[in-house]
Each structure stands twice: as C-alpha cells, then as structure tokens.
Nanobody, 114 residues
Framework: QVQFVESGGGLVQPGGSLRLSCETSTNIFTFLLMGWYRQAPGKQRELVARDSSDGGPIYADSVKGRFTISRDNAKNTLYLQMNSLKPEDTAVYYC????????WGQGTQVTVSS
C-alpha cells in the first residue's frame, strides 16, 4: 500500500509562509502525478494544487499566485510552498496521487491566525 506522511504545518500569522512536505513510500514516485488537498472544519475536501500531464502545475483559484507545488524525486517527496497565507487557508492539508488514490495520510494542520 502506498503511504503518505505530511509534515510542515503549524501556526502562522496572516501574510506568513509555510512549506509543507509529503514523504511517500513508493519508489515509483517519479512517475506519479501528485496533488495537495485541504479540508477545513465544516467544508468539503478540496484540491488546491496538482501536477499536470501537459507540463505545468494547476492551482485552485483560491491559492493561485500564492502556492507553489514542487517535488524532489530523489527523496520521493512532494512539497507545497505557501506564501501570503490568509486565515481562510486554515485547514488540514493532505497529499495524494492524481488521479486520487484510496489511501490517505494523517495530514498536517495549518492554522493562519494572529
């Protein structure tokens, strides 16, 4: 089974930055499209950033221009650089493959507040 371990979340003030990491258990990570999801209390899970088969990454309108998805294939690790954070970015962030697979990690909590 593919496993994902998310980390890097925390408490940050509005306008601040965080870099999330997603360590994976698969050695075919290089060949997988990956994405970042988030879920806030009372809201449905949403896809905020993903790799694209046509070349460039794709972002949700809510994070476009502020978030950047990247990867280190040597470490089988996916990253999400989050800048200019807003309170509405507060959520638990998860990574998964694209198309979405059935196995999820525990996620990492991001809280944006003064």
């Amino acid at each position: 089974q593919v496993q994902f371990v998310e980390s890097g979340g925390g408490l940050v003030q509005p306008g601040g930055s965080l870099r999330l990491s997603c360590e994976t258990s698969t050695n075919i990570f290089t060949f997988l499209l990956m994405g970042w999801y988030r879920q806030a209390p009372g809201k449905q899970r949403e896809l905020v950033a993903r790799d694209s088969s046509d070349g460039g990454p794709i972002y949700a309108d809510s994070v476009k221009g502020r978030f950047t998805i990247s990867r280190d294939n040597a470490k089988n690790t996916l990253y999400l650089q989050m800048n200019s954070l807003k309170p509405e970015d507060t959520a638990v962030y998860y990574c998964n493959r694209i198309p979405m697979g059935p196995y999820w990690g525990q996620g990492t909590q991001v809280t944006v507040s003064s």
